[in-house]
């Protein structure tokens, strides 16, 4: 509630180019970890760092381990398969920021299942 800081602001903007640059690197036969290593170099050269995976893959149920959009992880992605981009990062203990998108691979690229703007809600 209230306006955000310049500091959630720039994080925001960091974190909003890093998922652009992320759905650009989702084909089929890229690799979970191709599209993680995207994400990360995206935001790392502006100055912000996500130690942990930055999404995974998501269907009817919940089951765990499961394939995980982090570095490592070479698993392929085939046409059909969805994935939840869980972009939250939390910053030295002054806030938490989370974006995140739902995904489907398609037969040449990705489609995204969410319309809801990427900006920040001010209340």
């Not at 974190?15 to 690799?31: F, M, N």
């Not at 995140?100 to 809801?116: K, Q």
Request: with cysteine; net charge negative; glycine share 8%.
């Amino acid at each position: 509630i209230g306006s955000p800081s310049d500091r959630l602001r720039r994080v925001h903007e960091i974190q909003v180019a890093g998922l652009e640059v992320a759905l650009d690197a989702i084909r089929p036969g890229a690799t979970c970890s191709d599209v993680a290593n995207a994400f990360n170099r995206s935001i790392e050269k502006r100055g912000l760092k996500k130690e942990t995976r930055c999404g995974y893959a998501h269907r009817i149920g919940w089951l765990e381990p499961t394939a995980s959009l982090k570095d490592g992880d070479m698993t392929e992605l085939l046409p059909n398969m969805t994935f939840h981009l869980m972009l939250g990062n939390w910053i030295e203990e002054d806030f938490g920021y989370v974006i995140s998108e739902t995904f489907r691979v398609t037969d040449s690229c990705v489609e995204v299942l969410t319309t809801a703007p990427r900006k920040i809600f001010e209340i």
